[in-house]
C-alpha cells in the first residue's frame, strides 16, 4: 500500500511507521531523516535545509519535491511505502498527486494521529538522540540502561534543536496554520482514517492495522 501518514510534530509517527512497514514489506520514507542527514553531510540541500530546520519553520516545497519523487521511483519501493512527514501542506499534496499520477499509482490510504498540543510538548521535551549513531531514547517511555549513553555504541546523548521547548511550540504553530489542513484535504477524497494517538502506541498501532488490513482487501 502507499500510505501518508499525517501527526503533529511528537505526535508517533515514526514508531507507528516502523510498524505498518513491518506489515507489508513497505519502505518508510521520512522527509525529516532525509533533510537532517543531508545537513550532517553538508550537502547543498542540507545548507538551505538547515536555517528553516532550526527555527522550525517548513522547508519549502521546492526544496523537497524532487527529492521525493526520486526516491518513490526506486526499487524498494515497489511493495508500497509509507510517507512520513510528507506533505507537509496542500500544494505538496496536489504536487504528489501529480508525481504519483505519472507514475500510474495513488496513495490508498491517508492515516492521521490526532494528539493535543500539551500531550505533545510533554513527549518531545523527553527526547534524547545519540550523536553517533541517532538511535533514539525518551526519558519516561524509552529510557537508555545509562542515564545520557546509548545502549548501542556508548556515546553522548543530546536534545536536538529541533526537540526543544521554544522549538516545539514554533513547530506546532507552524504545523496547525499550514499542514493541518491536509486533514481536510484528504478528507474530501475518502481516504482519511483518523486515530487517538494520545493512547499506548502498541494500541494505537494494533488499531491502525486492524483497519488497514480491511481496507488493503478491499483494494
Same mark, same amino acid.
Not at 14 to 22: D, F, I, R, Y
Not at 60 to 66: A, C, R, S, W
Not at 111 to 125: G, K, S
Not at 179 to 187: C, D, K, M, Q, V
Given at each position: 500500500?502507499?500510505?501518508?501518514?499525517?501527526?503533529?510534530?511528537?505526535?508517533? @509517527?515514526? %514508531?507507528?511507521?516502523?510498524?505498518?512497514? !513491518?506489515?507489508?514489506?513497505?519502505?518508510?520514507?521520512?522527509?525529516?531523516?532525509?533533510?537532517?542527514?543531508?545537513? @550532517?553531510?553538508?550537502?547543498?540541500?542540507?545548507?538551505?535545509?538547515?536555517?528553516?530546520?532550526?527555527?522550525?519553520?517548513?522547508?519549502?516545497?521546492?526544496?523537497?519535491?524532487?527529492?521525493?519523487?526520486?526516491?518513490?521511483?526506486?526499487?524498494?519501493?515497489? @511493495?508500497?511505502?509509507?510517507?512520513?512527514?510528507?506533505?507537509?501542506?496542500?500544494?505538496?499534496?496536489?504536487?504528489?498527486?501529480?508525481?504519483?499520477?505519472?507514475?500510474n499509482?495513488?496513495?490508498?490510504?491517508?492515516?492521521?494521529?490526532?494528539?493535543?498540543?500539551?500531550?505533545?510538548?510533554?513527549?518531545?521535551?523527553?527526547?534524547r538522540?545519540?550523536?553517533?549513531?541517532?538511535?533514539s531514547?525518551?526519558?519516561?517511555?524509552?529510557?537508555?540502561?545509562? !542515564?545520557?549513553?546509548?545502549?548501542?555504541?556508548?556515546?553522548?546523548?543530546i536534545?536536538?534543536?529541533?526537540?526543544?521547548? !521554544?522549538?516545539?511550540?514554533?513547530?506546532?504553530?507552524?504545523?496547525?496554520? @499550514? %499542514?493541518?489542513?491536509?486533514?481536510?484535504?484528504?478528507?474530501?477524497r475518502?481516504?482519511?482514517?483518523?486515530?487517538?494517538? %494520545?493512547?499506548?502506541i502498541? !494500541?494505537?498501532?494494533?488499531?491502525?492495522?486492524?483497519?488497514?488490513?480491511?481496507?488493503?482487501?478491499?483494494l
Amino acid at each position: 500500500m502507499r500510505i501518508v501518514l499525517l501527526g503533529a510534530p511528537g505526535a508517533g @509517527k515514526g %514508531t507507528v511507521a516502523k510498524s505498518l512497514t !513491518e506489515f507489508d514489506g513497505s519502505v518508510q520514507i521520512s522527509t525529516g531523516d532525509i533533510l537532517r542527514n543531508a545537513v @550532517k553531510a553538508g550537502s547543498e540541500l542540507g545548507k538551505k535545509a538547515k536555517g528553516y530546520m532550526e527555527r522550525g519553520e517548513l522547508v519549502p516545497d521546492d526544496l523537497i519535491m524532487d527529492i521525493m519523487e526520486v526516491r518513490m521511483k526506486e526499487p524498494d519501493c515497489q @511493495k508500497g511505502f509509507l510517507l512520513d512527514g510528507f506533505p507537509r501542506t496542500i500544494p505538496q499534496a496536489e504536487s504528489l498527486e501529480a508525481a504519483l499520477k505519472s507514475m500510474n499509482a495513488r496513495i490508498d490510504a491517508v492515516i492521521n494521529l490526532d494528539v493535543p498540543d500539551d500531550v505533545i510538548v510533554r513527549r518531545m521535551a523527553g527526547r534524547r538522540v545519540c550523536k553517533n549513531c541517532s538511535r533514539s531514547y525518551h526519558v519516561v517511555t524509552a529510557p537508555p540502561k545509562q !542515564e545520557g549513553v546509548c545502549d548501542s555504541c556508548g556515546a553522548e546523548l543530546i536534545i536536538r534543536d529541533d526537540d526543544r521547548a !521554544e522549538t516545539v511550540l514554533e513547530r506546532l504553530k507552524t504545523y496547525n496554520e @499550514k %499542514t493541518a489542513p491536509l486533514i481536510g484535504f484528504y478528507e474530501e477524497r475518502g481516504l482519511l482514517l483518523s486515530f487517538d494517538g %494520545t493512547k499506548e502506541i502498541p !494500541e494505537t498501532t494494533r488499531e491502525i492495522l486492524e483497519t488497514i488490513g480491511k481496507q488493503d482487501n478491499n483494494l
